[in-house]
Nanobody, 124 residues
Framework: QVQLVESGGGLVQAGGSLRLSCVAS????????MGWFRQAPGKEREFVAT????????YYGDSVKGRFTISRDNAKNTVYLQMDSLKPEDTAVYYC?????????????????WGQGTQVTVSS
């Protein structure tokens, strides 16, 4: 079992930045690929970014490419999502997720563990 706790959400103006963090309870954190997803009211869960277990490979959703950066610190059991040039359409609840393999994936159903989510609101 892996418990995930996100933090760092909040209210920010358009063009601003936020950094989300997700701390995992598992010691073998590097064995898990990690992903960030988001869900806005009335919309399906959307892929944001994913990173391999050792942090070598990263992939991004088209809507955030060039603005968001995913990274991880395996010594701290933590994955980050740096969000720059935020837009009102980035407003959503952001979830981190862990996949029981080192291979990253953009598909939510391939993830085994999920955090409770953190709200990000971008005002225009």
């Amino acid at each position: 079992q892996v418990q995930l706790v996100e933090s760092g959400g909040g209210l920010v103006q358009a063009g601003g930045s936020l950094r989300l963090s997700c701390v995992a309870s598992r010691r073998t954190f590097s064995n898990y690929a990690m992903g960030w997803f988001r869900q806005a009211p009335g919309k399906e869960r959307e892929f944001v970014a994913t990173i391999s277990g050792l942090g070598v490979s990263t992939y991004y959703g088209d809507s955030v490419k060039g603005r968001f950066t995913i990274s991880r610190d395996n010594a701290k059991n933590t994955v980050y999502l740096q969000m720059d040039s935020l837009k009102p359409e980035d407003t959503a609840v952001y979830y981190c997720a862990a996949r029981g393999t080192m291979m990253p994936s953009p598909t939510p159903r391939e993830y085994d563990y999920w955090g409770q989510g953190t709200q990000v609101t971008v005002s225009s």
